[in-house]
C-alpha cells in the first residue's frame, strides 16, 4: 500500500510539473496539434496519402505486408486497451481528479490508464523499427513527443502514458516476430523486396 501511494503522489507531482510548470507558448501551440494530429483534416488530406504511395512505389510487396500487418497489430492493440486494461483499472483522467491543472485538448472520454495514444504510437514505432532500422530514431522520437503531448495537455498521467508505451512495445514486437514468420513462409526469405 505504501508504495503504490508513493507511485500516485509521484505520478501526480509529475503530471503537475509537466502540465502546469513546463507550459511555455510554443508547447501550447505545437502539443495540442501533435496530440491530435490523426484527427486533422490537412494531415490526413494532404501528407499522410502521399507519404503511404511513396512508401507503397518504393517499398513494394515489404510495404504492402508492412502496413497491413500495422493496421492489424493497431486494431488489436485499441481493443485490447480499451475493452480489457481500461475496464480493469478504471483510472479517472486528470480532468476528473485533479484541481491544479491546465486542460489543453478536447477532454477525451474513458479511462485514462493506460494511454492509447502512446501506445499505439509505441507500437508503430517498434514494428516499423525492426522492418526499417534505419527509420528508428525519428520513429521513436515521433512517439515519445506524442506521449509527452497526452500529459502536457492534461488529458494523461505519466504512468498512464509510460504503461501505454510499456505495451506498445511489446506489441510492436510480438507482431513484428509474427510478419517476420509469414515473410519467410509466403515469400521464402526474411526481407521482401
Known amino acids: 500500500m ?20 513546463m507550459t511555455n507558448s510554443f508547447f501550447d501551440w505545437l502539443m495540442p496539434i501533435v496530440t491530435d494530429l490523426h484527427k486533422n483534416s490537412i494531415f490526413l488530406t494532404f501528407i499522410l496519402p502521399p507519404i503511404l504511395l511513396f512508401w507503397l512505389y518504393k517499398g513494394r510487396r515489404k ?7 500495422l493496421a492489424l497489430m493497431l486494431g488489436a492493440l485499441d481493443n485490447f486497451n480499451h475493452r480489457i486494461l481500461k475496464k480493469s483499472f478504471q483510472r479517472e483522467r486528470p480532468p476528473l481528479v485533479e484541481n491544479e491543472f491546465k486542460l489543453r485538448a478536447p477532454h477525451h472520454k474513458g479511462y485514462s490508464f493506460p494511454s492509447n495514444h502512446a501506445a499505439n504510437n509505441f507500437a508503430g514505432a517498434t514494428f516499423l523499427s525492426y522492418c526499417y532500422p534505419a527509420l528508428s530514431w525519428p520513429l521513436f522520437l515521433v512517439a515519445s513527443t506524442v506521449a509527452f503531448s497526452r500529459v502536457y495537455v492534461g488529458v494523461h498521467y505519466p504512468f498512464d502514458v509510460l504503461a501505454g508505451g510499456l505495451v506498445g512495445i511489446i506489441f510492436g514486437f510480438s507482431f513484428f516476430r509474427v510478419f517476420a514468420i509469414i515473410q519467410r513462409r509466403v515469400f521464402g526469405h526474411e526481407d521482401v523486396k
Open 2 to 21: 505504501g508504495l503504490s501511494l508513493h507511485m500516485y503522489e509521484l505520478d501526480q507531482s509529475l503530471f503537475v510539473f509537466i502540465n502546469m510548470k
Open 63 to 69: 510495404a504492402l505486408l508492412s502496413m497491413i500487418t
